[in-house]
């Protein structure tokens, strides 16, 4: 199933998110992808902390590809963006974004499945959710 939810969470860059050179390591944008990603879904109500104890899933990264254009720096206030490209029975695909005003700063797509908490294999995302993001 196609969808085109889209998220936008603002992030300020701590001196903790930097380089010796006083922009973001390339780590850490991956950390602003995840705040976005679950800020999304509470947004929509659901908190992952209850989606493990009531319905025993938890959320993993998947795989992902991660393009970086231009620097954030130290202090700068920044966008982190979550569209989903792709929902399916057990995974999700997002297409992020980090920008500064009008530039495009990084870009990717997070590939996100759905496991059971307890084997850690595969299963169903919670009908609620996939209710709520084809809506």
């Known amino acids: 199933m196609q969808s085109v939810k889209e998220f936008s969470w603002p992030v300020r860059v701590y001196y903790e998110d930097t380089d010796a050179g006083g922009v973001v390591f390339y780590a850490n944008y991956l950390k602003f992808f995840e705040r976005a990603r679950t800020e999304m879904l509470r947004s929509y109500g659901f908190e992952q902390d209850r989606l493990l104890e009531q319905d025993n899933v938890i959320f993993v990264v998947r ?73």
């Open 63 to 135: 795989s992902v590809t991660i393009d970086y254009l231009k620097p954030a720096r130290f202090n700068e206030q920044v966008l982190v963006n979550a569209k989903i490209i792709e929902n399916k029975k057990t995974t999700l695909t997002f297409e992020q974004t980090v920008t500064r005003q009008h530039d495009l700063l990084c870009s990717g797509k997070v590939r996100i499945a759905c496991l059971d908490a307890q084997s850690m294999k595969p299963t169903l995302i919670p009908v609620a959710i996939l209710e709520q993001l084809n809506q």
